[in-house]
């Protein structure tokens, strides 16, 4: 994991405008980096704004690190690109039943 991320930052440097290699360095959410994974998913969603795969990628890091009205915002979005998918619906629902919880 970790040669993989550092594999992906060295190529950053030639090419920082690179997609595939911002969108892969999700890597660093499955090393437990959210903020990080977080940082490189937006960078990677300027170049390709309705990319639902890291829309999802960072929502989904949103609601590992519990900012939650961030993952919100991020699914609310891609379900209106993407439609009733089952683990976006499923994502968001977990996220406003939490933010329902922490308002009582």
């Known amino acids: 994991m970790d040669d993989a991320i550092r594999e992906y930052r060295a190529f950053l440097k ?17 090393a437990g980096l ?3 994974a977080i940082t490189e998913y937006k ?10 795969g890291i829309t999802f990628n960072l929502a989904l890091a949103y ?4 900012e939650l009205s961030s993952a919100v915002s991020e699914l609310s ?10 683990r976006i619906l499923l994502l968001l629902s977990d996220c406003w ?5 922490t308002t009582e």
Do not use: C, H, I, M
Not at 78 to 85: E, F, I, K, Q, T
Not at 97 to 101: A, E, G, Y
């Open 14 to 30: 030639t090419k920082p405008a690179s997609l595939e290699a911002r969108s892969n360095l999700g890597a660093l959410s499955l």
């Open 43 to 52: 960078a990677a969603l300027k170049a390709s704004p309705s990319n639902p």
């Open 97 to 101: 039943l939490q933010l329902v919880k």
């Open 34 to 36: 959210f903020s990080e």
């Open 77 to 86: 979005a891609l379900r209106a690109l993407v439609g009733d998918d089952q």
């Open 63 to 66: 609601y590992k690190t519990g």
